[in-house]
């Protein structure tokens, strides 16, 4: 198997699997519909690769020094998905094109990818399988590879929430579905706050 082939395995694995931005983009997806929910995945896939680019170049090491940034970006990572959380919780359920609330924008996407301990593992073990000898180019490809596979996989669960909107059609239907969403993301903060590593 190819290095790229590999390198877009592992971005697969790393991006499709649930997590806290893959909920968002589900709940946005069946919230707002497929075009308003594509600033998230753009946000998020942009965010996620200069994370990843980054620790190519050498962030993680300053992490390694700094362990209290660390977990300070943990803390922040844990109070955000909450945060996302209590919103959907209390969202009234209405799915309409001039809602109220605002769909998650590109710098909110963005952002959870920078607050989410799911893909600063990602890349931290993604540097260490592909390009652990610094090979800027190759870091440069992976970087490239990993944006269009993240970008697909996070979009397929948005077009997947898009999917969901016309069983959620009913405000009480919303309810129960922003509530369990919320309730998932609750649960990866909590997971987020007691995981050791």
Same mark, same amino acid.
């Given at each position: ?21 893959? *909920?968002?983009? %589900?709940?946005?997806? +069946?919230?707002?519909?497929? $075009?308003?929910?594509? @600033?998230?995945?753009?946000? =998020? &896939? ?31 990572? *844990?109070?955000? %998905?909450?945060?996302? +959380?209590?919103?959907?919780? $209390?969202?009234?359920? @209405?799915?309409?094109?001039? =809602? &109220? ?97």
């Amino acid at each position: 198997m190819s290095v790229y082939l590999s390198m877009a395995a592992f971005a697969l694995a790393s991006s499709i699997t649930p997590g806290p931005v893959n *909920v968002v983009a %589900l709940s946005a997806g +069946a919230r707002y519909g497929w $075009r308003l929910t594509l @600033r998230h995945v753009a946000g =998020a &896939t942009v965010g996620f690769t200069a994370l990843l680019l980054l620790s190519g170049l050498g962030l993680h090491r300053l992490l390694a020094h700094w362990p209290w940034l660390a977990m300070a970006i943990r803390c922040a990572g *844990v109070l955000f %998905l909450l945060y996302m +959380a209590v919103k959907l919780a $209390r969202d009234e359920g @209405r799915v309409s094109d001039d =809602a &109220t609330p605002r769909p998650p924008t590109f710098c909110q996407g963005a952002l959870m990818q920078w607050l989410n301990p799911k893909a600063w593992v990602a890349c931290v073990a993604g540097m260490g399988a592909f390009v652990g000898n610094g090979d800027e180019r190759l870091l440069w490809q992976f970087a490239a590879i990993y944006f269009l596979v993240c970008y697909a996989s996070i979009a397929s669960w948005a077009w997947a929430g898009t999917g969901l909107r016309r069983y959620v059609r009913e405000p009480a239907r919303m309810r129960l579905f922003n509530r369990s969403m919320a309730m998932l993301l609750a649960v990866s903060a909590a997971y987020l706050l007691l995981e050791r590593s």
